[in-house]
């Protein structure tokens, strides 16, 4: 198997054994599922977006992003507002509890992490983040792999150039 087979092959039982089914919010325990969390990754408080354009990016009709929009509105983790330049718009914006959520979430739950880490020898374990770590680095990169930003010390360096 080469390399490209293998990550395909242990990265989706990574993700299988340890990334989150549901997002609780710290303070109130209220949990969001992946659709609803997904919608959170992609508003702001400060920048609103209209449901239509929010809609297509997520693949999903309009009618459907409503629905999904007022769960959210109903747990206060969104608000709709009419856009300033178009009164017919509605944008979509963060609240304060929805950038909590936001904040406080991650795809892969901690507690997992920590857990199947400790399977590990030290030794392993320290090979095993370290290897994430470059893989990360590569990835911030973007596509393009044009630049490379390392993810332990924010620096940008050149694809080409080794270590």
């Known amino acids: 198997m080469d390399d490209v087979q293998r990550v395909l092959a242990y ?6 054994a340890c990334h989150t089914r549901h997002r609780r919010d710290p303070l109130s325990s209220d949990v969001l599922s992946e659709r609803q969390a997904s919608v959170l ?11 239509k354009e929010l809609a297509a990016h997520q693949g999903v009709t ?7 929009v007022d769960r ?4 206060g983790w ?10 017919r ?3 979509l914006r963060l609240t304060v509890a ?5 904040q406080a979430s991650t795809v892969l739950d901690p507690q997992l992490v920590r857990a199947l880490l400790d399977r590990l020898t030290p030794q392993q374990r320290q090979a095993a983040v370290d290897g994430l770590g470059i893989l990360a680095a590569a990835a911030a990169g ?4 044009k630049s490379v930003h390392r993810a332990d010390d924010n620096t940008t360096q050149s694809d080409t150039q080794e270590d």
Do not use: N
């Open 72 to 75: 959210l509105v109903a747990g």
């Open 98 to 102: 929805g950038e909590r959520m936001k």
């Open 11 to 16: 990265y989706p039982q990574i993700y299988f």
């Open 62 to 68: 309009a009618s459907t992003m409503s629905l999904m």
């Open 142 to 145: 973007g596509p393009t792999g």
């Open 89 to 91: 718009r509605v944008q």
């Open 41 to 51: 990754d992609h508003l702001t408080a400060d920048k609103g977006i209209p449901l």
């Open 78 to 87: 969104v608000v709709r507002e009419k856009d300033t330049h178009d009164a």
